[in-house]
């Protein structure tokens, strides 16, 4: 339906009066009564036109749910993958694939972070399906060790997916037990001897861990 507003502030549908034309023909076909028909997916601009005035609305053809294609968590502070400390910075990124897919139908449970349960992203790219997520001094509510992210999308016709990540939240310092195990009950070495040196390190994300080693 088209109805045109004149000067006198009648308003009156002009439908049958109007012509209508599309940029492409590859999302949706329009007739020149202005019935417009899906072609495939995707979005494409119908423009009306009627006395010499033009208007214009995007069309959208959806037909796939929502798919997530990649996750990933960082703590900015220390550039860690994967890993939070409290009060450390971090950027989460999800990269969902979907024709009607807009930023308000994407939310994120960060209770376990000590933020919102369905926390929208801080900027969604259609053209690159990238949510991103900027988190500012994180304090975490969980105990200690896995912390389970998930993330939901909602697209424009109501179909749903979710998807999510896993981040470790480590709150302890390391801890090491460095010994001499060679030569065995004698703690001094003279210059010339051979000694091995035994270090256990601990963490809950030894993947984080390094390693630095000195004599002195």
Known sequence: LVEALFSDGNVAPVTAGATYSSTEDTVVAVDSA????PVGPGRE????TYAGLSGAVQAVVDTSVPEFSSASFIDTTTQRAGFIRS????LMRFQ???DSLEIGGIGADLSGLGAGAQ???DSFSRRSGIARWSLTAVSPTDPEGLIQIGVSAQD?????????????????A??????????????????GDEITITA???????????QDYVLD
Not at 34 to 37: A, E, F, K, P, T
Not at 156 to 172: E, H, M, P, Y
Not at 174 to 191: E, K, M, Q, Y
């Open 96 to 98: 969902i694939a979907d």
């Open 156 to 172: 424009a016709i109501g179909r749903s997916a979710s998807s999510n990540v896993d981040v470790i939240f480590d709150r302890t």
């Open 45 to 48: 601009t119908v423009r009306v």
């Open 87 to 90: 009060g450390d910075d971090a």
């Open 34 to 37: 202005g019935v417009v028909s």
């Open 200 to 210: 256990e390190v601990s963490d809950d994300n030894p993947s984080a861990l390094t």
């Open 174 to 191: 390391p801890t090491a037990l460095v010994d001499i195990t060679s030569p065995t009950g004698n703690p001094f070495v003279r210059t």
């Open 119 to 121: 926390a929208a992203p």
